[in-house]
């Protein structure tokens, strides 16, 4: 290729350069998904990939052989020889909260991996033994399974609490268990009616049994806990946002917005960079008050520093299948599931037409297979001229077949978290499987991310970090094998796993598509210059191997944000 005119930048030298242009050029002229499968392009004359990418300014301005970029003007470039590595775009969370996960998780009790109740009670005791007596304890994690066939209360935790407030969340961020003390501290003493499927569970007698379902519940107790001071939040998401860099993400789609959140990015860039670009999307609450909500949102988009901005708005219509609060074509097997977060439904589909209206993107979690069609029927029923953005779906957890085609067929991006799959047990006897039947259609129609790149949708990956592990590499090896990292169990639902190909494309470019920039996520002259530097090849090693391989750079807008030591 001819060499760039102007005095280079940066130079990376590698073994190959993964481009992504081949499947770029696919996802924008494909009818369906074979076209998709399309390969990255050779060198012009030759059979090799290209081995290395300058960048100017920010952006790539060439990409070639190793001796192409022997004749490019490095006068004043950094250039670094990267061996045999493998060069792609950077990778690209799609859904995650990594400022509120920096948080909230920090010096937190975690209970992912416990086998049971007792366990649980056990780890709680000696957290608490280590804190004062009003000192809240706060637990992540914790898996619905060791409730199957039985109720959800703080009973068999109360005692380890010892009279202290503190909360257990549950593995889905939907639902907490809260302690005798916290409950009272919240003025929780009952039921209440919150216009939508947030409850506050309560025994025979009316009393609460310290099971809060859904935001508008929870958040009565967790806004008691006190905010970490400023400048200690400042330092986690600083370190938070390294550790992504670290994977190899380059960007993240935070999903939601906390009080402050803009504060500490700014306070960050301050005194230096983020180390990878964050991209926020406040959270509109169904019981949020409209005209004012409207009026924020509004007020709020293109709020940015360099690497972060507010852009886009999320939702959630419905909740989770583990506790009830999915919204389901049909009742799951406790009865629940028919009813959405957002009621009535027409103000949903009011607030996205209005957000349309004035060109404003949307992503709305949908997890249950009636909440998946009511947004699509929602796009669908825009009018012409209010179709200029795009509104996404996130997590799509089961979908029939007659849902799959027409997320294509309306351009609306499904940004998926296969990790999330991983709930399920061979036996059936997770709770998922448990609440929408075992052997069931709905059951097994889970997490289809292969049926929809097949059918032509566009397939964004995400971690949905603090909720599931955010590493990139392990993001992009279950999304191949559908296994967890370092996991003996069987694959789950193996018929729904991506080729490596398609999962580059899904966690680089398909992730800028989903927010209306085709133009970013690949390694082409011309595309913002983030890119990945693996040691491995993404796309030719074993994918357990790659989950584990270094990762050599990160850079984000044409400057290292992440060097291997």
């Not at 680089?508 to 890119?531: E, K, Q, S």
Request: hydrophobic share 45%; aromatic share 6%; proline share 6%.
């Amino acid at each position: 290729m001819s060499a760039p005119i102007q005095p280079l930048d940066l130079v990376l030298l590698g073994g190959r350069v993964h481009s992504g242009v081949a499947c770029a050029a696919a996802a924008a002229t494909a009818a369906g998904g074979a076209a998709a499968l399309a390969g990255d392009p050779a060198l012009p004359g030759t059979s090799a990939l290209p081995e290395a990418v300058g960048v100017r300014d920010g952006r790539i301005a060439a990409v070639g052989s190793r001796a192409d970029a022997a004749t490019w003007d490095a006068t004043r470039a950094e250039v670094i020889d990267l061996g045999d590595a493998t060069i792609t775009a950077g990778f690209v969370d799609a859904h995650v909260h990594p400022l509120s996960g920096a948080e909230s998780r920090h010096e937190a009790l975690m209970l992912h991996g416990c086998e049971s109740v007792a366990e649980v009670a056990e780890r709680i005791a000696e957290f608490a033994a280590h804190r004062g007596p009003d000192e809240w304890i706060r637990g992540f994690g914790l898996s619905f399974d060791l409730f199957v066939g039985s109720e959800l209360t703080n009973a068999p935790f109360a005692e380890a609490f010892g009279g202290r407030p503190g909360y257990l969340l549950l593995f889905d961020g939907h639902s907490v268990i809260a302690s005798p003390r916290a409950l009272e501290l919240a003025g929780i003493d009952g039921p209440r009616d919150f216009g939508n499927n947030s409850s506050i569970e309560v025994y025979a007698d009316g009393t609460p049994t310290g099971y809060l379902i859904e935001s508008d519940a929870e958040l009565l107790v967790t806004d008691l806990f006190p905010r970490m001071p400023f400048a200690e939040r400042v330092e986690a998401v600083r370190n938070k946002l390294a550790d992504f860099a670290a994977t190899g993400y380059t960007s993240l789609h935070q999903m939601n917005m906390e009080e402050g959140d803009i504060d500490v990015l700014r306070a960050i860039e301050e005194t230096g960079e983020l180390a990878v670009r964050v991209r926020v999307s406040p959270l509109w609450r169904a019981s949020d008050p409209w005209e004012e909500t409207l009026e924020r949102i509004v007020a709020l988009q293109g709020t940015a520093g360099r690497r972060w901005e507010v852009e886009g708005v999320k939702f959630m219509l419905d909740g989770s299948i583990d506790n009830g609060s999915a919204w389901l074509f049909e009742p799951d097997t406790r009865g629940g599931g028919l009813d959405p977060y957002w009621s009535p439904t027409e103000l949903f589909t009011r607030t996205i037409h209005t957000l349309a209206e004035r060109g404003i993107q949307t992503a709305t979690h949908a997890i249950g297979d009636r909440a998946v069609e009511f947004v699509l029927d929602t796009v669908a029923s825009l009018p012409e001229h209010a179709r200029g953005v795009t509104h996404r779906i996130e997590h799509i957890e089961t979908i029939p077949d007659h849902l799959v085609p027409r997320f294509a067929e309306l351009g609306v991006p499904a940004s998926m978290q296969p990790i999330h799959a991983f709930c399920k047990r061979p036996d059936g006897l997770d709770m998922w499987t448990t609440l929408l039947g075992a052997g069931s259609e709905r059951a097994n129609n889970a997490w289809r991310v292969a049926d929809l790149d097949r059918a032509g949708a566009i397939v964004a990956l995400g971690s949905d970090w603090p909720v599931e592990e955010f590493d990139a590499r392990r993001v992009f090896a279950a999304t191949i094998t559908r296994k967890r990292h370092g996991s003996g169990a069987p694959a789950v639902d193996a018929h729904q796993a991506l080729t490596p190909e398609r999962t580059l494309a899904a966690i680089t470019h398909n992730c800028w598509i989903a927010i209306d920039r085709p133009d970013a996520g690949i390694v082409d002259p011309g595309a913002v210059a983030d890119l990945a530097v693996f040691a491995l090849d993404p796309l030719t090693s074993d994918p357990e191997r790659f989950a584990e391989s270094p990762v050599l750079l990160s850079v984000v807008g044409g400057k290292v944000s992440h060097r291997a030591h």
